[in-house]
């Protein structure tokens, strides 16, 4: 068989080592050797994608300088680059980004950059959300790795913004939940069956965008 960290196709090697780790009952044992197996196919396959791992660095290179002297800042960045590089494999047959998956990067790091937290920026959010999509799909730039970029770009912007400046406690709640909700589901069905589920279908994601909407609004007209 081939060796995990040779296999181009991201899902069938991730649903190869969702079995094995569900076959030994999520042992800790298995927990660290999934990690490390996951690891390793991650950088190896990084590391098949020169352009686009130059790419990527150079945009959050970029991102970082614009970051210094913010919180959440630099660190946000960096944390932003190690979950990107360790997905590159999701490019599939690509072997650079796209103009949407840029995007999308830049919109996960908004908490960390100037005007991340004015009171545009959660249109400006939903603005290059939309901006993304419609890019991938005219220019035929889809991909795993836009798709899981996406939904978790989403998670991670929305949940900072409404836990930093959202003051109605029952909104916050509701968002956080309904952005959280998707990120769960999708690791916790991965984790049962063993498989890599498909991307959260649209109604599901139908609420968080409605609170998406609302505390943009609520952050663009507060005083």
Avoid: C, K
Avoid at 101 to 115: E, Q, W
Avoid at 120 to 146: C, E, K, N
Avoid at 158 to 173: D, I, K, Q, S, Y
């Amino acid at each position: 068989m081939e060796p995990v960290s040779d296999m181009a196709d991201s899902r069938a090697a991730t649903n190869l080592l969702l079995s094995e780790l569900l076959a030994e009952h999520l042992a800790p044992a298995a927990v660290v050797r999934f990690l490390g197996h996951a690891a390793r196919r991650s950088l190896r396959q990084a590391a098949r994608r020169p352009r686009a791992l130059a790419e990527l660095t150079a945009l959050h290179g970029a991102l970082y300088t614009l970051a210094a002297g913010r919180r959440p800042g630099r660190r946000w960045v960096a944390t932003s680059w190690v979950l990107a590089v360790l997905h590159l494999g999701l490019l599939e047959h690509r072997t650079r980004l796209a103009t949407g998956d840029v995007l999308t990067l830049m919109r996960a790091n908004l908490p960390a950059l100037p005007g991340g937290a004015s009171r545009g920026s959660g249109v400006l959010a939903i603005s290059l959300d939309l901006a993304d999509g419609r890019l991938a799909r005219h220019q035929g730039t889809t991909s795993p790795f836009g798709e899981y970029a996406d939904t978790f770009a989403d998670a991670a912007y929305w949940t900072w913004l409404t836990l930093r400046h959202e003051p109605n406690r029952t909104l916050r709640a509701a968002a956080v939940a309904a952005w959280a909700l998707p990120v769960v589901t999708v690791t916790g069905l991965a984790l049962r069956r063993g498989t890599m589920p498909a991307r959260p279908r649209p109604v599901l994601l139908r609420p968080a965008a409605a609170l998406q909407a609302v505390v943009a609004l609520r952050h663009l007209t507060r005083r």
